[in-house]
T-cell receptor, first 117, second 112 residues
Framework: KAGVTQTPRYLIKTRGQQVTLSCSPI?????VSWYQQTPGQGLQFLFE???????NKGNFPGRFSGRQFSNSRSEMNVSTLELGDSALYLC????????????????FGEGSRLTVL | DQQVKQNSPSLSVQEGRISILNCDYT??????FLWYKKYPAEGPTFLIS?????DKNEDGRFTVFLNKSAKHLSLHIVPSQPGDSAVYFC???????????FGQGTRLTINP
C-alpha cells in the first residue's frame, strides 16, 4: 500500500512569491491534515480536511490556505511568502473522521521543504 | 501557548542502556498521548500511545508512563539501539478535533 505522497520534496522561492504544495493520502484515507515544522517550534497544525471540507484550522495568517479534492488529494497554498515561512510542510492522512481524537495515529508523508530567500 | 512541552532538545545514550524521554503538558483535558519518531528526510511515524485512564503502556522495547498528577509522561526505550537515533515528539489530540499538538521534539543519539 503506497504511503502519503507529497510533491515537490524541495523548493526554493523568493519573498513575495506564492507556492502550492500537493499531497496524495493513503488510498482510502479521507482525512488530510497539514503541519508546519520549523526548528524550535516542533510541528504546528495548519488545517484539516475531510470530504472536501475544512474542519479545523490552526493559528496561521490568511496567507495560508488549502483545499481538498473529491479524490481526497489535497493542496496547500502560501501567498506573499515571507522568510519565516521557510519550513518543512508535512501532510498526514487518516482513515476515519475523528480518528486522531480517539487516540489513533496519523500517517505522515516525507514533507515538502520550502526555502524562502 | 505551548500545551505540550519537551524541555530537553537532545539526549545522548550508550547503546544497550535505557533512554528516557520526557514530556510535560498543561491541558488536563487530553484523553490520549502519543509518541512519534522522525528520521531525517522522512515524515514522523507513530511509535506508541497511552490513554489518559492508564498509567503505563508497553510495546516491546518501548514503554510510556503517564503521571497525571504531575502532568508528565515519559518514553522509556530498553535496550537502546543505534537505529533508535532519531527525533522523538510527544503529542496529544485536541478534544473533539482531528488535530494534534506536538512538543518541540528531543533528538536522541545512541552511541555505540
Amino acid at each position: 500500500k503506497a504511503g502519503v505522497t507529497q510533491t515537490p520534496r524541495y523548493l526554493i522561492k523568493t519573498r513575495g512569491q506564492q507556492v502550492t504544495l500537493s499531497c496524495s493520502p493513503i488510498s482510502g484515507h479521507r482525512s488530510v491534515s497539514w503541519y508546519q515544522q520549523t526548528p524550535g517550534q516542533g510541528l504546528q497544525f495548519l488545517f484539516e480536511y475531510f470530504s472536501e471540507t475544512q474542519r479545523n484550522k490552526g493559528n496561521f495568517p490568511g496567507r495560508f490556505s488549502g483545499r481538498q479534492f473529491s479524490n481526497s488529494r489535497s493542496e496547500m497554498n502560501v501567498s506573499t511568502l515571507e522568510l519565516g515561512d521557510s519550513a518543512l510542510y508535512l501532510c498526514a492522512s487518516s482513515l476515519q473522521i475523528n480518528r486522531v481524537a480517539s487516540g489513533g495515529e496519523l500517517f505522515f508523508g516525507e514533507g515538502s521543504r520550502l526555502t524562502v530567500l | 501557548d505551548q500545551q505540550v512541552k519537551q524541555n530537553s532538545p537532545s539526549l545522548s545514550v550508550q547503546e544497550g542502556r535505557i533512554s528516557i524521554l520526557n514530556c510535560d503538558y498543561t491541558n488536563s483535558m487530553f484523553d490520549y498521548f502519543l509518541w512519534y519518531k522522525k528520521y531525517p528526510a522522512e515524515g514522523p511515524t507513530f511509535l506508541i500511545s497511552i490513554s489518559s485512564i492508564k498509567d503505563k503502556n508497553e510495546d516491546g522495547r518501548f514503554t510510556v508512563f503517564l503521571n497525571k498528577s504531575a502532568k508528565h509522561l515519559s518514553l522509556h526505550i530498553v535496550p537502546s539501539q543505534p537505529g533508535d537515533s532519531a527525533v522523538y515528539f510527544c503529542a496529544a489530540p485536541i478534544q473533539g478535533a482531528q488535530k494534534l499538538v506536538f512538543g518541540q521534539g528531543t533528538r536522541l543519539t545512541i552511541n555505540p
